[in-house]
């Protein structure tokens, strides 16, 4: 998959030891979708209006998704 735009979002602290989740904004060029093995249990494209369930909003991923969307949203 090529990607375009990569941005940084925001960071936090991960439940394990000397851990950091960074979470990034970009832009998709091409491609499918390739989860890494032993990463990514599954990815997908969705809709803005049809996500699956969410992470709790406390959570970098929620923030990202919720950041995401919004802007989106805003553009439409």
């Known amino acids: ?41 599954a990815a997908n494209w969705f809709k803005v209006l049809h996500l699956p369930k969410l992470p709790s909003k406390i959570s970098i991923a929620r923030r990202l998704i919720d950041a995401v969307t919004s802007e989106m949203r805003a553009g439409q």
Do not use: K, T
């Open 1 to 41: 998959m090529r990607l375009s735009r990569v941005r940084y979002f925001s960071s936090q602290p991960w439940p394990f030891p000397n851990s950091l989740m960074i979470a990034f904004v970009c832009d998709w060029a091409s491609g499918e979708i390739r989860p890494q093995a032993g990463e990514i249990e």
